[in-house]
């Protein structure tokens, strides 16, 4: 897996957009970029994955860069249930994807 | 349900004594990923099982861990003579990819929840 580097720990007001950066900058060729988050006590889920253009789903946005050397993660409108720990993977040609520590987000009314 | 379901979803054991930790995957996914998650830690991948191909058992933390996978479907994880250490929750997760190469999302279960005393 590509190296990413995120911050340890967010926090977000309730109704505001939550934006998580993510640098993948040894990332190369046609390695995607995964965001996955856990809630607390349970399994990671899947959100969002990209390439190279700008992707959106229902759960979130995914912006990333034109080097892509970087990528954030967009919550439109955080509500307490975003509260969660967010994980950036950039598996490239592993088919196993490492987990680090992630981006603990808050969300605060 | 159709997602990955995992049992039992807490253990409570002597050190000592085996566990056994079973995961149905969702129907057709041919990959099934183990992981754990120590309190407070991230993931620590276990084993990868993919199709009919040799499973890949390196993040396996000793050889007191095993784990099997019968006709592609369900996956049992054995943990033999328990440590204190091996508490944590185990995870499995299954992805439709059929190659080598991740090209689709983890589908996680729950979790096995398991203590060691």
């Known amino acids: 897996d590509a190296k990413t580097t995120q911050p340890t720990s967010m926090d977000c007001a309730e109704g505001r957009a939550a934006n998580l950066p993510c640098n993948h900058s040894t990332i190369s060729g046609n390695e995607y970029v995964y965001w996955y988050r856990q809630i607390h006590s349970q399994g990671p889920q899947y959100i969002i994955h990209?390439?190279?253009n700008n992707e959106t789903n229902e759960m979130a946005s995914l912006i990333i860069t034109e080097d892509r050397k970087s990528s954030t993660l967009i919550l439109p409108h955080a509500t307490l249930r975003d509260t969660a720990v967010y994980y950036c993977i950039v598996p490239g040609g592993s088919y196993i994807p490492t987990f680090g520590r992630g981006t603990s987000l808050i969300v605060h009314p | 349900g159709a997602g990955v379901s995992q049992s039992p979803s807490n253990k409570v054991t002597e050190k000592g004594k085996d566990v056994e930790l079973r995961c149905d995957p969702i129907s057709g996914h041919t990959a099934l990923y183990w992981y754990r998650q120590s309190l407070g830690q991230g993931l620590e991948f276990l084993i990868y099982?993919?199709?009919?191909?040799?499973?890949?058992k390196s993040g396996l933390p000793s050889d007191r861990f095993s784990a099997e996978r019968t006709g592609g479907s369900v996956s049992t994880l054995t943990i033999q003579r328990t440590q204190q250490e091996d508490s944590a929750v185990y995870l499995c997760a299954s992805s439709p990819s059929p190659g080598q190469i991740l090209t689709g999302e983890l589908f996680f279960g729950e979790g096995s929840r398991l203590t060691v005393l």
């Open positions: 099982f993919q199709g009919n191909s040799a499973p890949d």
């Open positions: 990209g390439l190279k």
